[in-house]
């Protein structure tokens, strides 16, 4: 019995939790964008538990949080994280941002953003957060 084999989740020598992120890790190097790879866990409550944002990207100081599930328990977490530490940035990139956070419902998770205060794109960085920003907010 053959096997199928897996795509690698691996680019560059880092090995990554998905292909998405490998994705999103090549077009920051193809961009020549400098990052860093789940460089820093956060604490929060409840529980104590541990947060570790994908990807830093320090000439801008900001997290770059890679979704292609977006669940309620994720949603909860980021919400519960900003408030416990506000002066962290952290903005996503989705595989499609137009996906309906629930089965019925009319949010998708970019309106989620939009009224969470949260900053997205779909599939890559937006070009606007290389731009124009003060790096040290």
């Known amino acids: ?19 998405f992120e490998v994705s999103v890790a090549g ?3 193809r961009r020549g964008i400098t990052f860093q790879y789940e460089p820093d866990a956060y604490e929060y409550v409840p529980n104590p538990t541990t947060y570790t944002p994908d990807f830093y990207v320090p000439e801008h100081n900001f997290y770059i949080e ?6 309620p328990e994720d949603r909860t977490k980021h919400l519960t994280f ?12 989705f595989m499609n941002s137009n996906t309906k956070i629930r089965k019925n419902s009319k ?5 989620w953003c939009n009224k969470k205060g ?6 890559t960085i937006n070009d606007e957060w290389l731009v124009g920003e003060n ?3």
């Open 1 to 19: 019995m053959s096997r199928v084999k897996q795509p690698s989740r691996r680019a560059a020598g880092t090995k990554y939790r998905s292909n």
């Open 27 to 29: 077009d920051l190097v």
């Open 66 to 71: 890679t979704k292609g599930f977006f669940s």
């Open 82 to 93: 900003r408030k416990q530490h506000p002066n962290i940035d952290i903005r996503f990139v």
């Open 107 to 111: 949010t998708t998770y970019g309106d």
């Open 118 to 123: 949260f900053k997205y794109s779909d599939r």
């Open 135 to 137: 790096k040290d907010d």
